[in-house]
């Protein structure tokens, strides 16, 4: 699967689930539960120490699922997650060397991003996609509507804070996809592993998007 079929997956799928998790057994559990349920697309923060073996685990084991790295901050860990198997980077910020050695690995790479000049910089050193985050710090579904009426261009990907009653609002605001983390990955499912509860919460999210999508393009 190479650049241009994950960045065509992502927008899709519309949705990015972030496995921000404090064990390697949970991140296994909750990403194997959402590539079940129809969630392939995964990202592993860097904030969990033993990110880019859990990546090269799971990436090894389906090859058709897109795990990604998170929280990338610099060049040394961006090239240790892509060489164990990582199709995409994000971070909470712009990192110009990440984005740069993105582009050199030929992998997706989406920074995050807030003001109007930080989406510019971000889009202009070669993402594939913004994140924007804390999306809901910002004004949420409003804000997001604001950025994509001069910037229609570039497609945003919405992160922080999002959950099952603004999901509908990003997607019909403009956004491409969502980022969601806890809402879709409660603490007390991972644990207990109620993998029952991820599906379902999972279907909920899919079905906001499906709809949002909907709405938007008949309008």
């Known amino acids: ?15 990015v689930a972030s496995v921000r998790v404090h064990s390697p057994e949970h991140a296994r559990f909750a990403v194997e539960t959402l590539y079940a349920a129809g969630v392939p697309v995964t990202e592993i923060p860097l904030t ?5 073996e859990v ?4 990436a090894s084991r389906h090859p058709d699922l897109i795990v990604g790295a998170g929280t990338v901050l610099d060049e040394e860990h961006a090239r240790r997650c892509v060489d164990a198997g990582a199709r995409f980077l994000t971070s909470t910020g712009f990192v110009p060397e990440v984005v740069a050695y993105a582009k050199k690995a030929g992998v997706v790479v989406f920074p995050g991003a807030l003001t109007p000049t930080e989406v510019i910089a971000a889009w202009k050193a070669g993402a594939d996609f913004v994140k924007i985050f804390p999306a809901v710090a910002a004004g949420g579904a409003h804000y997001v509507r604001s950025l ?9 990907i919405v992160s922080g804070g999002v959950n099952q009653l ?3 609002d990003y997607i019909l605001a403009g956004a491409t996809a969502i980022g969601v983390g806890g809402e879709l990955l409660p603490s007390e499912a991972l644990v207990r592993h109620q993998d029952y509860r991820i599906r379902e919460l999972a279907r909920r999210f899919l079905s906001k998007i499906r709809g949002a999508r909907a709405q938007r393009d008949a309008v």
């Open 1 to 15: 699967m190479n650049q241009k079929d994950v960045k065509t997956r992502i927008e899709e799928i519309g949705i």
């Open 48 to 52: 969990l120490p033993e990110a880019p």
């Open 55 to 58: 990546i090269g685990e799971l």
């Open 148 to 156: 994509k009426v001069p910037l229609p261009q570039i497609p945003l």
């Open 166 to 168: 603004t999901a509908f």
